[in-house]
């Protein structure tokens, strides 16, 4: 938005704690990480449920993470319990703004547009009442906006001229918020592209994002707002993308300082500075938002450091635990301090994720999914952000050599369009096209009891577990009509589908399918709950409630046969981490892991749509795991 989305003010009575994690959610909304800013609301919530502040932030988090129609709930629940002020009834109306844009045209649209100039107004009318200056400008543009919007120009300049005195009087007289002058300026341009005046918006553009610093959340809504006026008016607005440029995200690999003993050499140490030279000139001139990228000695720790004494965050994956990491591929060499290094980094990360509790694995597997969640993370960063994706690679040029390597994620980023800077190691030969990596590691387990080898592959596979809601409710008549209906119509959908699952397993009224990517899997998935929901169950003998939820995961997991059975196996830790997921899902939705959704941004699917649900206690006390919803995305009409 243009105008400030309100960081409300406290109770009568809040305690200094509440006023504090308050302060750290907003910094974090304000630094364009929704996500981060959610968790940290839900825990604050656990102590203080009842916090006016706090539930209006976790509604800001859901609008900015997607999570729109949750948002609006969050709002109107506040709303309906006498929250009047002009923060609720300002976030509130922003919800149903981007509920309006995500629709198609027609009635609902329209009710939704209606209801935001409505409830802006509302907002605005209340402001001004209260004498409330940061929270008059912040409603009465987005109501000018909405007016403009729904066709009522002559109000919309009108609240443009109000607001413009209102932004005026709060920089002349520092009545805005403490210490915050971006804001007004950013609100004085919307109102000029309102009234026409395109110079003088550009003017005020440009000072609010000198103003800005690294609050990049704030300058992101600010120009989708921006956008949404200039498309409306019939303004290209290609000068805005130059006004308001964002730095990109950025995702990095490289290969590690070249172990004691190495046959072949590619990245000695004693070329360590250089590298480090040339990685910190390319990063110096992206100045980036974020990295994103794992912790190995070498090119890791190298782009790491960088990108932290240039000021951006660090985000660092994991394929499993700090120790075990950093003793297979970290503490390489004595000389270097290697140790220390990724232990400081750590420390300063912004975020540390731990893909897999499990100590290293035989394989390679555990390496090319670690790059996909790497890669999908920074991927729905940028999306979020609005602003580009670029990646840095410290290579010797040589085609992968198998899984989870420098050659093969590089692949990966090439197949997606990631723009790439190569950091060239090694012998400096012109770099080839690299070959995609296999998608297999090859293990082998023993029989204790016959002797007997079983070979097993270890593939990255999306998996999907799902369960009829309503089955234990079934009287012992229904059964057979169950498996007569409900199953069939599953039966039906299975033969109808495109979507086809390469491995299905039935127990009773549940469903353990394995796909080959996610796309599939998740039109699947959708295209099943729409048809489950879609049926009257009453008419043919059943509860009219019957219904089913599915959950997604996308992860390693071994693949074979069953010793007993002589059937196709496919089993392994994030098999059970799927199996928690469907639990948890509400009745007639589709829920997936934070790492389906990384995957599947990483295959670049963009025909899905995933709101953030947030860190959520899966079944049988498996632990935690951020969920997404999924849905299928809406482009509206050109």
């Known amino acids: 938005m243009a105008a400030p989305e309100p960081f409300p003010g406290s109770n009568d009575v809040t305690p200094e704690e509440v006023a504090t994690a308050a302060a750290d959610a907003e910094e974090l909304l304000r630094s364009g990480e929704p996500l981060l800013a959610y968790d940290a609301i839900q825990q604050s919530l656990e102590k203080w449920p009842e916090d006016r502040r706090l539930r209006q932030l976790r509604g800001l988090a859901l609008a900015r993470s997607g999570a729109v129609r949750r948002a609006n709930e969050e709002l109107l629940a506040l709303r309906e319990e006498g929250c009047e002020d002009g923060e609720t009834l300002g976030l509130l109306a922003r919800t149903h703004k981007d509920l309006a844009l995500a629709s198609s045209p027609g009635p609902d649209r329209d009710q939704h547009l209606k209801a935001a100039f409505d409830i802006y107004s509302a907002g605005y009318r209340e402001s001004v009442r209260r004498d409330a200056i940061a929270d008059g400008y912040y409603t009465g543009i987005n109501a000018a906006t909405m007016a403009l919007l729904v066709g009522n120009g002559e109000s919309a300049c009108e609240l443009a001229t109000d607001v413009q005195e209102i932004c005026k009087l709060a920089i002349r007289e520092d009545c805005g918020r403490p210490g915050d002058t971006y804001w007004p300026q950013a609100t004085l341009a919307e109102a000029a592209l309102i009234l026409g005046d395109r110079e003088t918006a550009q003017e005020y553009y440009a000072t609010a994002v000198s103003l800005a610093g690294t609050h990049y959340g704030d ?45 072949e050499t590619r990245f000695p140490p004693e070329i360590e500075s250089a590298v480090r030279a040339d990685i ?89 999914y670690n790059n996909l969640i790497l890669t999908g993370l920074a991927k729905l960063r940028a999306q979020m952000l609005d602003t580009d994706l670029h990646g840095i690679a410290v290579w010797d040029g040589k085609p992968a050599a198998g899984e989870g390597g420098t050659g093969s994620i590089v692949s990966l980023w090439r197949d997606a369009g990631i723009p790439l800077d190569h950091v060239m190691v090694g012998d400096g030969a012109a770099p080839p096209e690299p070959v995609a990596a296999p998608t297999t590691g090859r293990l082998t387990r023993q029989s204790r009891e016959s002797g007997d080898t079983w070979a097993f592959e270890y593939k990255i596979e999306t998996m999907l577990f799902a369960d009829a809601v309503g089955y234990s409710r079934l009287t012992e008549d229904q059964i057979p009509l169950f498996f007569d209906s409900y199953a069939r119509s599953i039966a039906d959908f299975n033969q109808r589908t495109p979507c086809k699952p390469v491995h299905v397993e039935t127990a009773g009224d549940g469903m353990y399918m394995v796909f080959d990517d996610p796309e599939t899997a998740a039109r699947y998935a959708l295209g099943l709950s729409e048809r489950i929901n879609g049926e009257d169950w009453a008419s043919k003998g059943l509860p009219h409630d019957l219904n089913m939820r599915i959950g997604l995961h996308c992860g390693p997991v071994f693949v074979g046969r069953d010793p007993i059975t002589g059937l196709p196996l496919y089993t392994g830790n994030h098999t059970s981490r799927t199996a928690r997921i469907e639990p948890i899902t509400p009745p007639g939705l589709v829920y997936a892991s934070s790492a389906f959704a990384a995957v599947a941004a990483a295959h670049d699917i963009e025909s899905l749509h995933f709101s953030y649900i947030g860190r959520t206690q899966l079944a049988k006390d498996y632990g935690v795991l951020p969920l997404y919803h999924v849905k299928e995305r809406f482009r509206p009409p050109s």
Not at 233 to 256: F, K
Request: proline residues 7%.
């Open 219 to 263: 300058i992101s809504s600010t120009r989708h707002q921006a956008r949404l006026l200039l498309e409306h008016i019939g303004d290209s607005g290609e000068w805005l993308d130059e006004v308001m440029q964002l730095p990109p995200v950025v995702a990095y690999t490289g290969h590690m300082i070249d172990a004691q003993g190495r046959a």
């Open 280 to 368: 910190y000139g390319r990063l110096e001139r992206l100045k980036p938002v974020a990295a994103y990228g794992s912790a190995a000695c070498g090119a890791d720790i190298l782009c790491l450091e960088c990108v932290q004494e240039l000021g951006g965050e660090l985000h660092i994956v994991l394929p499993f635990g700090p120790d075990a990491f950093r003793t297979q591929s970290v503490d390489l060499r004595p000389e270097g301090r290697w140790g220390e290094r990724f232990e400081r980094l750590l420390e300063n990360a912004k975020e540390v994720l731990v893909i897999s509790q499990r100590p290293p694995p035989i394989g390679e597997s555990i390496f090319e």
